[in-house]
């Protein structure tokens, strides 16, 4: 069974950044495609970002691209999101999810394991 720790969440202002940790145990992520989901209050869970386990590629929701890296390092079981110029609307839960398989997909359906999520609140 695949369990995540997500962490990195915090409050920031406008303009900051926080990069958000997810790592795996139980099992490596070596050839799992992993995405990252946020989910505001009283909002559906959306895709962030995924990153492919085949070779690497990575996959951004409109919202965020030119403002946040996702990246992994299989030895250390870890994926990273690192999000730059946070804005308010990028207030959320944000949760760590892997596939069964190396393709990336951004559907949240695609998806079978997840973390626990880390709140990310940007304030003004």
């Known amino acids: 069974q695949k369990q995540f720790v997500e962490s990195g969440g915090a409050l920031v202002q406008p303009g900051g950044s926080l990069r958000l940790s997810c790592v795996a145990s139980?099992?490596?992520?070596?050839?799992?495609?992993i995405g990252w989901f946020r989910q505001a209050p009283g909002k559906e869970r959306e895709g962030v970002s995924c990153i492919s386990g085949i070779d690497g590629s990575t996959y951004y929701v409109d919202s965020v691209k030119g403002r946040f890296t996702i990246s992994r390092d299989n030895a250390k079981r870890a994926v990273y999101l690192q999000m730059n110029n946070l804005k308010p609307e990028d207030t959320a839960v944000y949760y760590c999810a892997a596939r069964d398989g190396p393709v990336a997909r951004m559907e949240r359906s695609q998806y079978r394991y997840w973390g626990q999520g880390t709140q990310v609140t940007v304030f003004s």
């Open positions: 139980g099992s490596t992520l070596d050839y799992d495609a």
